[in-house]
């Protein structure tokens, strides 16, 4: 039977960052190396699955996936088409396929696949599923059964929490969210680092101030029982320190910057599918 909700069989089509991030979760929290199978066609890559102690690794995704109960397809939206076309005729019949490749819909991954009805997951995943502490959106096709949605699930609760999405169109606010969000942190980062020296702190100083300030922060709001901007209003004294740099961002319009921004993500990914289309 298979291991706390997750499949007995999982194959994964592409060996890259996330693929390994994901794959390390399911090793690290008791899934059998075993279990995994995947396919890459660099040598590189399959050598990293190997030092996971990954054994069942190939160059052909056809090897990967026969008798697989869940594919990952791991490959970039670009190489998404050739890579169904090596892995359609020999995927088991009603094998869950679950992707994290931004903007290809569940409807185009089915024709791809030769309409036969599979059933799809889509995943937008982020990246510091890297270091376990990742966020993933979640959306299913009408064909997958409540086991497999366990199976997707459990696969990436491995890596981090997860969220399931009733409408497949969420997952480009998801992907403005929390799919590009750790890449809005890492400037506002460095940000803080560049006007940290500007200060007059050392670079190393300022960067390893800002990092642990940052940790801190994520790990106070989502361990207080309070709202977000509860926490802010605890930090801020009337007339002091915190609220005149608060001022200066409200003068300098950092919402609406935050939320031109996070637009602009969400309607490129509505783009890409519109292009992949």
Known sequence: MPTQGRP??????????????????????????????????????????????????????????????MVVLAVKPQVMAAALEGVKDCLPPQCLVMSIAAGISAASLDRLLGSRQCPIVRCMPNTPSLVYRGASGLFANPY???????????????????????????????????????????????????????????????????????????????????????????????????ERALQAFEREQLGATVDAAMQACFDRAQAMATEFD
């Open 8 to 69: 007995e069989t999982i194959a994964f089509i592409g060996a890259g960052n996330m693929a390994n991030a994901i794959i390390g979760g399911l090793i690290g929290s008791g899934y059998s190396p075993s279990r995994i199978r995947a396919a890459d066609p660099s040598p590189r890559a399959r050598e990293a699955l190997k030092a996971l102690n990954v054994q069942q690794v190939f160059e052909d995704p056809c090897a990967a996936v026969t008798d697989a109960d």
């Open 144 to 242: 997958v059964s409540q086991q497999q949605r366990q199976y997707a699930e459990a696969t990436m609760a491995s890596v981090g929490t997860t969220l399931w999405l009733e409408q497949e169109d969420k997952l480009d606010a998801v992907t403005a969210v929390s799919g590009s969000g750790p890449a809005y942190f890492f400037a506002f980062m460095e940000a803080m680092i560049d006007s940290g020296e500007r200060l007059g702190l050392s670079r190393e100083v300022a960067t390893e101030l800002t990092l642990q300030t940052a940790l801190g922060a994520a790990h106070l709001a989502a361990e207080q029982p309070v709202s977000i901007d509860t926490l802010r209003r605890n930090v801020t004294s009337p007339g002091g320190t915190t």
